[in-house]
């Protein structure tokens, strides 16, 4: 049975509804909160271990870097450590250390990084914000992870080779984010499971990416959506309250 984006949403809810609900609910969701990160605390440390050992018998011994499927098991390692990196980043997801700061300024600041990043590419990069963009309140640092996410889904979307843009505007009383490519599109069929965790449709890919966006984002008290034409392209727009 898997617990999907959806189903969470619906658990909050729930707790809304009465303080038996949300004290009994809450002790539910800290405690399945506290064996995750548990589990995959026990999980990293020997993980790191294996691969300190690994880079030392390379550097004692660099031949065995032409060994048959020797880099295909540090790939494997990476990524496991990986996926527990983000495992931890879901689990924790909802807790916010907030500030108060200009979404211009912090947006500029992500754009330049990644029209860097991008740079020896066939990419296509362009922003654009408004000169009137509010302040807002965030977790700068879960923020940043989110949007730069965004922007490196649509780079793989692109294939090293299209056009990416983001764009951000006051829409109401919300900072409107959006993040659109002309690249690969996404399967009609897939649109609806894109947020759950462990749900990927590319390579390599751990499937945590968005659904710890999307937890980050509801965390902010604010909503993230997608858009996407199959050969055409893909938008996915974030929604945050304005102070």
Request: net charge negative; aromatic share 6%; proline share 3%.
């Amino acid at each position: 049975m898997t617990f999907s984006s959806d189903d969470y949403t619906k658990l909050q809810k729930l707790m809304e509804e009465s303080p038996e609900n949300q004290e009994l609910l809450q002790k539910l969701l800290d405690s399945h909160k506290y064996t995750i990160t548990k589990i995959s605390h026990e999980i990293r440390n020997p993980l790191a271990l294996i691969y300190s050992t690994l880079q030392l018998i390379e550097s004692q011994h660099p031949e065995v870097q032409t060994f048959r499927h020797w880099n295909e098991m540090r790939e494997d390692i990476e990524f496991v450590t990986s996926l527990l990196q983000e495992l931890s980043a879901y689990n924790n997801g909802e807790r916010l250390s907030t500030t108060t700061f200009s979404s211009y300024d912090f947006l500029g600041r992500i754009c330049l990084s990644f029209a860097a990043s991008c740079m020896d590419t066939e990419v296509e990069f362009t922003s654009k914000l408004s000169p009137t963009l509010p302040d807002i309140s965030g977790d700068k640092i879960k923020l940043q992870e989110v949007f730069l996410n965004l922007l490196q889904n649509a780079k793989d979307a692109v294939n090293s080779q299209g056009s990416i843009c983001l764009e951000a505007s006051i829409d109401s009383n919300t900072l409107k984010v959006a993040v659109s490519d002309n690249g690969c599109g996404i399967m009609p069929e897939h649109l609806e499971h894109i947020f759950d965790p462990f749900t990927t449709y590319k390579s390599g890919g751990t499937g945590l990416g968005l659904a710890i966006s999307q937890r980050v984002i509801t965390a902010h008290s604010g909503t993230i959506s997608v858009d996407s034409k199959l050969g055409e392209g893909t938008t996915i727009t974030v929604l945050l309250p304005i102070l």
